[in-house]
């Protein structure tokens, strides 16, 4: 039987080993939420009115957020890689993950679907090193949220994008989102069951999917659109090409080390193995 001491030093080891738990916990915690208000911070600066996009928005958002590995860690954990996901494109093993949170009513989210998407998906997505997540993130009223379970309830019939693209068009937000129109844009996008697609607009599952997306958004300190996470690198507002492709490939960079180092951790054993053999 153990000893009174020996309980005691097991007990107070168990004690630390939890304390230091809890301690990293916080300071994750604790991280995610500075990082957070850094990027709705940074994003309510890039899409205020009258604001206008630049080329240092997204490397102040990089910068300003904590430097620890773990901050970012957490954030890349929000992509789902659902390979069933609806409102995704692209590999659900790619190395980089884009998240867009965006609001269809958004001017911004306008210019960056037709202007940067397009492009990203021709060079990133297509050779399968990009995978585009879409949040829904209405913050413009009644209509943003009616066209956000418009193109959710698309999307239950493969037709997320095309609707996405029909949305997003020029000159389409100014014709509103009321009911019609918005029928309109399923018929456009070829959503083919158009009683389905208005019942699921109106069902329950996509209102519990909109509030998923819009939770997360909040969570993670998003004010305003369109917000970006490439794999957990925060970019804020509708930056130019260039601004993304070279988050991409840093992010692509990273994870090719960090697949390298966990490969040669399982190899390692397999070698001292053979060798003692």
């Not at 991280?31 to 890039?46: D, E």
């Not at 692209?90 to 960056?112: H, N, T």
């Not at 202007?115 to 413009?140: A, C, M, Q, S």
């Not at 389409?172 to 069951?193: H, N, Q």
Request: proline share 5%; charged share 25%.
């Amino acid at each position: 039987m153990p000893s009174s001491a020996s309980r005691s030093s097991s007990s107070s080891s168990s004690s630390s080993s939890s304390s230091a738990s809890a301690r990293k916990r916080l300071l994750i915690s604790a991280g995610v939420a500075v990082a957070a208000v850094t990027l709705g911070i940074v994003s309510w600066r890039a899409t205020a009115p009258e604001a206008r996009p630049d080329r240092t928005s997204s490397s102040s958002a990089a910068a300003a957020a904590p430097k620890g590995s773990d901050v970012h860690a957490e954030l890349a954990r929000l992509a789902r890689r659902e390979a069933g996901d609806k409102l995704a494109l692209g590999r659900a093993d790619a190395p980089v993950v884009l998240i867009e949170y965006s609001d269809f009513k958004c001017g911004y989210c306008g210019k960056f679907a037709r202007d940067t998407e397009p492009e990203l998906v021709k060079k990133y997505v297509d050779d399968g090193t990009l995978r585009i997540e879409w949040r829904n993130f209405p913050i413009f009223g009644a209509d943003s949220e009616t066209a956000a379970k418009a193109a959710w309830a698309a999307g239950q019939q493969d037709r997320f994008a095309p609707f996405h693209a029909a949305a997003y068009a020029d000159g389409a937000k100014e014709k509103g989102f009321g009911r019609a129109r918005l029928l309109e844009l399923a018929r456009e996008a070829g959503v083919p069951d158009m009683e389905r697609f208005e019942k699921d607009m109106a069902g329950e599952a996509a209102t519990a999917a909109l509030r998923k997306d819009q939770e997360e958004g909040y969570r993670i300190g998003v004010t305003s659109t369109p917000s970006f996470l490439v794999n957990g690198q925060p970019i804020a507002g509708a930056q130019p090409l260039d601004a993304f492709a070279a988050a991409i490939a840093r992010a692509k960079a990273q994870a090719g080390v960090k697949a390298g180092a966990q490969d040669g951790a399982q190899d390692g054993p397999q070698a001292d193995g053979r060798a003692a053999r």
